[in-house]
Each structure stands twice: as C-alpha cells, then as structure tokens.
C-alpha cells in the first residue's frame, strides 16, 4: 500500500488549500482514512477522519467547521479541503490508512501512512 499527499504550499493567513492522497495498491474502498498534522517540536496529531464511504465524518475541535475531508472511491483518493487557515495550522499533513471501515482519531487504528505534505500559513 503507498500513498501519496501532495497540494501543499504557502498560503496567507485566512487562505484555503486542498490536499490530496492518492492510495496505490492494496485495499481503499473499504477502508476508513485520515488526516493528521506534525507541528516542529510538537507531537503528530489527529485532524480529521472519513469512514470507507463517506457518510461520516470525524475533526479535531481546533479545524472543525473549516477543515473538509471528503474521497472519491473510484479515484482512490482522500481530500482535505482547507479553508480560513492560520499560522497554527502550519504543519506537515500526512494522510494515513485505517485498519477499519470506521472513522477514528486514534493512530493504532491506522495501519499504513503517507510520506506528508507540508502547508505553512503566514501571518
């Protein structure tokens, strides 16, 4: 299984980004997915989680009503649509796989990760 994030970039503060992660090989549509950030000095933390088909959605409190995780099964892709960033969302995203068809926030429940993707918000 591999996957591949990529869409970030420098924004302004009060910007928007849309991350991608491409999943190749191995099993996706059945599979729940997330989104988890890693600040310099800080520890890896949850974002945000889809179940295998969409229709429940999963946030941290410090993104929810401006963060969007969403995917397209037939694409074997997940998205974070980011919008109203700030400098502390400055981190490195990386998508990752879950063991389950559930939403979850919890990082054993995640059996394979994607290399990251950085998003820097200046202020």
């Known amino acids: 299984v591999q996957l591949q994030a990529s869409g970030g970039g420098l924004v302004q503060a009060g910007g928007s980004l849309r991350l991608s992660c491409a999943v190749s090989?191995?099993?996706?549509?059945?599979?729940?997915m997330g989104w988890f950030r890693q600040a310099p000095g800080k520890e890896r933390e949850f974002v945000a989680s889809i179940n295998w088909n969409g229709d429940s959605t999963l946030y941290a409190d410090s993104v929810k009503g401006r963060f969007t995780i969403s995917r397209d099964n037939a694409k074997n892709t997940v998205y974070l649509q980011m919008n109203s960033l700030q400098p502390e969302d400055t981190a490195v995203y990386s998508c990752?796989?879950?063991?389950?068809?559930?939403?979850?926030?919890?990082?054993?429940?995640?059996?394979?990760w994607g290399q990251g993707t950085q998003v820097t918000v200046s202020s």
């Open positions: 990752a796989r879950g063991r389950y068809g559930s939403t979850t926030f919890n990082l054993p429940n995640y059996d394979h």
């Open positions: 090989e191995g099993t996706f549509s059945s599979a729940g």
